[in-house]
């Protein structure tokens, strides 16, 4: 176990791990662990392989005020960004009638933090509770739309910067409906995301894996990014069982073996559900008391995790890393220590990252 994901010892323990355990190569999983290995990377690779970004890369993806300047600089269409002061007028010229988005400014993961107000008294709230424990908040415009508006792009590089393998999907439930965590997904072909996120992979010369959150606009038809994540994202098992193994792969990127010349794409199944079985069970939940028609309730939600049967066979036949997540929840607050890299020649880890 390495300490508390915040401590400074962090560090120091991964170091530690990485010297007695000898793994042929380390992948990051977490936030922590990957700001870890960017930081430490020079020391990292005398001892083991790795293929992470440099660490000013990893920070332009980590502050999210910084990323979305970025994307702006690079024509990448995202929500609009305000001050505190404009947001609270465009709040009271609204009268309610219109919803901006609150979060921290930096990836927290598991959608912490994130709230959607729509009065003055509400923003300066979800400011001040986002600064006060998480060091700033961003405050972005409110893209309208269900979950399935939301998609997401994982993308792969090799220690050249170029792009080994992509990987998309699209919302189905989300808990809390407003907008979080995937409850259902559905694995996807959109070529159309993976180039539109390529400008700024290639300006940051991005080693090692990364996620993108899209939401398409129905006001111009245009997927805006919501942000970028320069991590693992929470589904990786899903893609693998989709037939791209993330993981083999990564191992491979990190002892040197180079992106092919054209990764194909989709090199995947199309079609295929993800289910987050707790997350999905709140949305039902959510349904069966708002819907009269029961029956309607129970067909939906039947048609929507239609297809999953791999992927939940494949969670009961190695749960641990769904029992760390709940754990993790559960202890959540409690000063508990959250395992966020896993060695190649390990198995397994724990800790709670966003869903996209």
Request: proline fraction near 7%; include cysteine.
């Amino acid at each position: 176990m390495l300490p508390d994901a915040a401590s400074p010892a962090l560090e120091d323990a991964l170091i530690e791990i990485v010297r007695r355990e000898q793994p042929d190569v380390l992948l990051p999983l977490g936030t922590r662990a990957m700001i870890a290995a960017c930081k430490l990377e020079a020391i990292l690779q005398r001892l083991t392989a790795l293929n992470v970004p440099a660490l000013d890369a990893f920070r332009a993806t980590f502050d999210h005020a910084v990323c979305q300047a970025e994307c702006v600089k690079l024509g990448i269409p995202c929500p609009h960004a305000y001050p505190l002061e404009e947001a609270c007028a465009i709040l009271a010229e609204g009268k309610g009638r219109v919803t901006l988005v609150v979060k921290p400014q930096t990836d927290v993961g598991a959608a912490i933090g994130l709230s959607y107000v729509s009065d003055v008294g509400s923003l300066r709230q979800s400011v001040a509770e986002c600064e006060g424990s998480f060091g700033g908040a961003l405050i972005q415009e409110f893209i309208p739309g269900d979950p399935a508006a939301m998609h997401t792009a994982l993308l792969l590089f090799d220690r050249n910067s170029n792009l080994a393998a992509a990987f998309t999907t699209r919302k189905i439930r989300q808990w809390p409906p407003p907008g979080g965590l995937t409850a259902v997904s559905v694995s996807i072909a959109e070529r159309c995301l993976v180039e539109q996120a390529l400008p700024f992979f290639a300006k940051w010369r991005w080693r090692g894996p990364a996620e993108v959150e899209f939401k398409l606009d129905p006001r111009d038809g245009r997927y805006k990014v919501i942000e970028i994540n320069g991590r693992f994202p929470a589904y990786a098992r899903f893609a693998a069982l989709c037939g791209l193994v993330v993981g083999r792969l990564a191992v491979e990127l990190a002892l040197g073996e180079a992106a092919p010349t054209a990764p194909r794409f989709p090199d995947y199944v199309v079609g295929r559900r993800y289910v987050n079985p707790g997350l999905f069970l709140r949305t039902v939940l959510a349904d069966w008391r708002a819907n009269p028609s029961k029956r309607a309730v129970l067909k939906r939600a039947a048609a929507d995790c239609a297809g999953a049967g791999a992927q939940l066979r494949s969670m009961l036949s190695d749960p641990l890393p769904m029992v760390g997540r709940v754990l993790a929840d559960v202890l959540k607050g409690g000063g508990s220590g959250r395992c966020e890299g896993s060695a190649a020649r390990g198995t397994g880890s724990c800790g709670s990252q966003r869903s996209g």
